[in-house]
């Protein structure tokens, strides 16, 4: 796999660091649901709990009041009478213990009869706990002029309920009723009051036995809640590391004009221009002027190739065209193609465009196909290649001998240039075997008899050695690096200048 560019791994890195946000996103979102879902499923669960418990302990004192209200009819009785009458309703009433009532000269009770004196200790709350008369704890409901006592154990049997970890509580007046307390590290809970007599029933929570009675909930929605994030996030990277996605900015630049065509000039033999390579540089807002070398990859990735084309092709004629009439010695002005652009017609509609905008016979359209790119051999990119040459276009074959895809372009197309790639110039005067690499190669073309251009000089010495071995054309730093495409026309086209060449190259 080809290295990354500093420009691919920054969108890499962006990628990752999105992706992560989006993790912690959605571990808090996930995280923040599963607490309210588990939280509010144990809070439905109390209320309806503790309305359940409300619901049976009114309907006890409800049949309370039923049996006060028939004993009440009766009340001239004597007391043996009304003794066994209360003894029997209150053995119908589910907790019942005992009954009494007061009568104008005294007391009777279901259990004693007729005293003087009060059975239950008197009290202004009409429910209170009390130390009773059977059991050593007991519930006393009063109602008028009868008086009723509960069993405390069936109350409490009623808050004796799963789950373990809710610890119920009846509150009568001051008094809290409850089961002997095995709960530590208490939390507090809700209350809630019965609106049909005094008491109250009230939950709270023990949060150890808690965590372990959802302890299988809670592990699953725990690898649920780490493994979704990581899911999500894992196939939001892969979208955002997609080459379409990648090239998002590069998209975005070129519509936004931030690639700008730079030309590098080409001279002859004897020293006069030939003409430019057209380079693209893009002006980034933030990161400043970049390197083709650092984004070509996306381009070609994001299938963007054809839309750079089309935005240098325009450019170029919309700055040269005032002066193109002023270009009378030939010029050849290449632009750089990769090879999925010869699947695309754009490149014919803009080459075609090119020529009749410029509309002058010496400026000569020329497209550089790189050798690094794999190309096969296709009916479609013949017919493209026919219709371009028909229209004026040359080629040339870009990189000579660093890829496979010369020998193709060779046997498919009439290839006007031959361009020696920067790496074998810079093999010159280095050792033997790197001066026989660049000699057959110069061999090779030359046996061709096809025109070379040599790229990448930047001494003398490589020049002259280049010269000595016929290469027609010459580009490099020695001469200029890539100039801004409005400084080329002011100095090439406007004001054009005599032979700038280091060393005279003219034989
Ligand atoms: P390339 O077509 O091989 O272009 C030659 C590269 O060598 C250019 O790099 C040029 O600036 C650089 N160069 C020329 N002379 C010298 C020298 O003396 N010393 C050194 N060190 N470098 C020299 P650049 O402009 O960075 O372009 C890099 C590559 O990006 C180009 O390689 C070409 O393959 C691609 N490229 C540039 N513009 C375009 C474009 O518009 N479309 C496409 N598809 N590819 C492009
Ligand atoms: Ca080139
Ligand atoms: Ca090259």
């Not at 791994?9 to 879902?37: D, E, I, K, P």
């Not at 709350?125 to 069936?154: F, M």
């Not at 070509?296 to 040269?320: C, M, P």
């Amino acid at each position: 796999m080809l290295q990354k560019s500093k420009y691919e791994n920054s969108r890499f890195f962006r990628a990752r660091l999105y992706a992560f946000a989006v993790y912690l996103m959605l571990l808090l979102a996930g995280g923040q649901m599963a607490y309210h879902t588990i939280t509010d499923d144990v809070e439905r669960q109390v209320k309806q709990n503790i309305s359940n418990i409300i619901e049976h302990m009114d309907s006890i004192f409800r049949q309370v009041d039923e049996a006060g209200t028939y004993i009440n009819h009766y009340t001239h009785l004597p007391c043996t009478t009304l003794r066994r009458m209360m003894m029997i309703r209150t053995l119908a009433i589910p907790s019942g213990l005992s009954m009494d009532l007061k009568l104008p000269n005294g007391y009777c009770s279901s259990i004693d009869g007729f005293s003087l004196m009060p059975i239950h200790p008197e009290s202004d709350r009409n429910l209170y706990v009390a130390k009773g008369y059977i059991q050593s704890k007991a519930l006393i409901y009063s109602t008028g002029s009868i008086t009723t006592e509960l069993s405390e154990h069936y109350f409490l049997d009623q808050i004796d309920i799963r789950p373990y970890f809710m610890h119920f509580q009846i509150g009568i007046g001051q008094l809290v009723l409850t089961m002997p307390n095995e709960h530590a590290n208490l939390l507090k809970g809700m209350t809630i009051a019965s609106e049909n007599y005094p008491y109250s029933i009230s939950v709270d929570y023990d949060i150890g036995l808690m965590l372990k009675d959802l302890y299988d909930e809670l592990l699953i929605t725990a690898l649920f809640l780490l493994f979704f994030p990581l899911v999500v996030s894992y196939q939001f990277y892969k979208f955002m590391t997609l080459p379409r996605f990648l090239a998002r900015e590069i998209r975005h630049g070129i519509r936004a004009g931030q690639f700008k065509a730079y030309v590098q000039p080409i001279f002859a033999q004897d020293g006069s221009l030939a003409g430019g390579e057209v380079l693209v540089r893009w002006h980034h807002p933030k990161k400043g002027i970049i390197s083709p070398y650092e984004f070509i990859g996306l381009v070609e990735q994001g299938q963007l190739a054809a839309r750079l084309s089309t935005s240098l092709f325009a450019q170029v004629t919309r700055q040269l065209k005032p002066y193109a009439h002023l270009v009378r010695h030939v010029m050849h002005l290449s632009f750089n193609l990769s090879a999925q652009q010869l699947f695309d017609r754009t490149i014919v509609y803009d080459c075609v465009r090119f020529i009749s905008n410029i509309n002058n016979d010496n400026i000569k359209l020329v497209l550089e196909l790189t050798e690094r790119e794999q190309v096969t051999k296709e009916e479609r990119i013949f017919e493209m290649y026919n219709e371009l040459y028909a229209a004026g276009v040359r080629f040339s074959i870009d990189d000579f001998g660093t890829g496979h895809s010369s020998l193709i372009y060779l046997q498919m197309f009439e290839v006007d240039y031959i361009k020696i790639d920067k790496q074998f110039i810079d093999l010159i005067g280095q050792d033997p075997i790197s001066n026989n690499i660049v000699n057959n190669l110069l061999d090779l073309s030359q046996r061709l008899e096809i025109p070379t251009v040599a790229e990448g000089i930047e001494q003398v010495t490589q020049l002259q050695y280049l010269k000595e071995h016929g290469v027609d054309y010459y580009q490099g730093y020695l001469f200029s690096k890539p100039i801004p495409l409005e400084q080329f026309i002011s100095e090439w086209v406007i004001n054009p200048q005599p032979a700038q060449l280091p060393i005279s190259i003219a034989p």
